[in-house]
């Protein structure tokens, strides 16, 4: 008996574990890329959250968030693939609104970006929201609220 009940304990814990591991939005060991503390793919995750914000992501927004990348943050292609696919999977994890999860992802950028870079970030995120970068709604607060962090 106490042999069944050890195991059921074990197997909670372990439930428990796995399901806190997989909450936490840093990239496994190993990840192609520095994750979240680097801004390239900060910068990712969030043009990931603003151009998924009401729709999936097409293929046609893909490629051009990844154009984005290559010419104003002068990576190449690979490295612009890369930092999209670790952006979307931190950005896939975070939770709450659109602010809320833009501001998760803020620190490496307003801490690592000089002016300009910043307001290159601030540039393609609204380029990425298109028209929503203009009406009332999570896209266009969001946004005002980045930019004005990164206007500091």
């Known amino acids: 008996m106490s042999l069944i009940l050890a195991a059921l304990v074990f197997l909670a814990a372990a439930a428990i574990i796995y399901h806190l591991v997989e909450r936490i939005p840093f990239p496994k060991p190993g990840a192609r890329s520095e994750?979240?503390?680097?801004?390239?793919?900060?910068?990712?995750?969030?043009?990931?959250?603003?151009?998924?914000?009401?729709?999936?992501?097409?293929?046609?927004?893909?490629?051009?968030?990844?154009?984005?990348?290559?010419?104003?943050?002068?990576?190449?292609?690979?490295?612009?693939?890369?930092?999209?696919?670790?952006?979307?999977?931190?950005?896939?994890?975070?939770?709450?609104?659109?602010?809320?999860?833009?501001?998760?992802?803020?620190?490496?950028?307003?801490?690592?970006?000089?002016?300009?870079?910043?307001?290159?970030?601030?540039?393609?995120?609204q380029t990425v929201a298109g028209p929503f970068a203009q009406r009332l709604g999570p896209v266009r607060e969001g946004l005002g609220r980045v930019s004005a962090t990164l206007r500091r």
């Open 35 to 125: 994750g979240r503390s680097d801004p390239r793919t900060a910068v990712a995750a969030m043009l990931y959250a603003v151009a998924t914000e009401y729709a999936p992501l097409t293929a046609e927004q893909e490629r051009h968030i990844l154009s984005l990348l290559s010419s104003r943050m002068a990576i190449d292609a690979a490295l612009a693939r890369t930092c999209l696919a670790d952006g979307r999977r931190i950005a896939s994890r975070l939770r709450g609104d659109l602010n809320s999860r833009l501001h998760q992802l803020i620190g490496p950028v307003e801490h690592g970006c000089n002016h300009k870079e910043k307001q290159d970030v601030i540039d393609m995120l």
